[in-house]
């Protein structure tokens, strides 16, 4: 499948780090010789020099304003409440992260000049071409998978499709800010409700990257479509699960610096690396 002008790659940029990683994200798609849009959705706190390397890479740069959202919508998802309502229990967000950035990914469904679109999170990579999810209905996401089966019951919102619409935008911010309403785990938490019925993807479309050593039997280099690296991101430095990750965070910045990228399906799986 081809895509025509009509189909866009979308992602979200609130701050100079995760422009990092959608820098790493474009070239990652680059490589794969879609002929899709790459639009990155970015908020106003993010510098116009972090973006230029983005702009440089063809991407389109759209700039977003937070969600109409209530003062008390907005106090019980803040960084400190959310986490201390909704701790992270597996694993730790950087200090970086801001929950309520998450909720400026609904403005996807306002980029209705696009037939259809795929959101990644800009924390992950594209290791092979996947425009044939332009061709996935709405709401396809895949599993938030990564500690054992049972996760294969909940959706990670960091790989979607989705079919822009004003009038979903509409019904999404009625049901978004209702009074006591609280989303744990913010995007995320809100489309599972929203899409009760999502279409799920293979879990090699989002491959989250805790799995390579929580669930090494599942991981396979040659299925892997999109890497994503949930929790701790591969640019920080000397993270509390690095040296467990090394392989794929060195991975990651050959695709940041856009240098040589070693052979995907020959890399050793997990239960193969020494």
Same mark, same amino acid.
């Given at each position: 499948?081809?895509?025509?002008?009509?189909?866009?790659?979308?992602?979200?940029?609130?701050?100079?780090?995760?422009?990092?990683?959608?820098?790493?994200?474009?070239?990652?798609?680059?490589?794969?010789?879609?002929?899709?849009?790459?639009? #990155?959705?970015?908020?106003?706190?993010?510098?116009?020099?972090?973006?230029?390397?983005?702009?440089?890479?063809? $991407?389109?740069? #759209?700039?977003?304003?937070?969600?109409?959202? /209530?003062?008390?919508?907005?106090?019980?998802?803040?960084?400190?409440?959310?986490? /201390?309502?909704?701790?992270?229990? +597996?694993?730790?967000?950087?200090?970086?992260?801001?929950?309520?950035?998450?909720? $400026?990914?609904?403005?996807? %469904?306002?980029?209705?000049?696009?037939?259809? $679109?795929?959101?990644?999170?800009?924390?992950?990579?594209?290791?092979?071409?996947? &425009?044939?999810?332009?061709?996935?209905?709405?709401?396809?996401?895949?599993?938030?998978?990564?500690?054992?089966?049972?996760?294969?019951?909940?959706?990670? /919102?960091?790989?979607?499709?989705?079919?822009?619409?004003?009038?979903?935008?509409?019904?999404?911010?009625?049901?978004?800010?209702?009074?006591?309403?609280?989303?744990?785990?913010?995007?995320?938490?809100?489309?599972?409700?929203?899409?009760?019925?999502?279409?799920?993807?293979?879990?090699?479309?989002?491959?989250?990257?805790?799995? %390579?050593?929580?669930?090494?039997?599942? %991981?396979?280099? +040659?299925?892997? /479509?999109?890497?994503?690296?949930?929790?701790? +991101?591969?640019?920080?430095? &000397?993270?509390?699960?690095?040296?467990?990750?090394?392989?794929?965070?060195?991975?990651?910045? $050959?695709?940041?610096? &856009?240098?040589?990228?070693?052979? #995907?399906?020959?890399?050793?799986?997990?239960?193969?690396?020494?």
């Amino acid at each position: 499948m081809t895509p025509a002008p009509h189909f866009a790659y979308v992602t979200l940029v609130t701050n100079a780090d995760y422009a990092m990683g959608a820098t790493a994200l474009a070239n990652s798609l680059r490589r794969t010789g879609t002929d899709a849009a790459i639009v #990155i959705l970015h908020t106003g706190g993010v510098e116009a020099a972090t973006l230029a390397p983005l702009g440089t890479l063809g $991407c389109r740069l #759209i700039e977003v304003e937070h969600l109409p959202l /209530s003062k008390a919508f907005n106090e019980r998802h803040a960084r400190g409440n959310l986490h /201390s309502a909704a701790p992270f229990t +597996k694993g730790r967000k950087p200090a970086f992260h801001s929950p309520l950035d998450n909720f $400026c990914k609904l403005r996807l %469904w306002q980029l209705v000049e696009y037939e259809r $679109c795929v959101f990644i999170d800009a924390d992950a990579i594209v290791l092979k071409n996947v &425009d044939k999810l332009f061709a996935y209905p709405e709401f396809s996401a895949a599993p938030n998978v990564y500690e054992s089966l049972a996760d294969f019951r909940r959706m990670n /919102s960091g790989v979607f499709v989705a079919r822009p619409s004003e009038e979903t935008f509409r019904r999404m911010l009625e049901l978004l800010d209702q009074p006591e309403i609280f989303w744990r785990r913010t995007d995320q938490t809100f489309l599972e409700t929203f899409f009760p019925d999502w279409h799920g993807l293979p879990v090699y479309f989002n491959m989250l990257q805790y799995v %390579w050593f929580t669930m090494p039997a599942l %991981w396979d280099w +040659k299925s892997i /479509s999109i890497l994503h690296y949930q929790y701790e +991101k591969p640019w920080e430095k &000397d993270h509390p699960k690095a040296a467990e990750l090394q392989p794929l965070i060195d991975l990651w910045h $050959c695709f940041h610096t &856009d240098s040589h990228v070693p052979e #995907i399906a020959s890399l050793a799986n997990p239960d193969e690396a020494t």
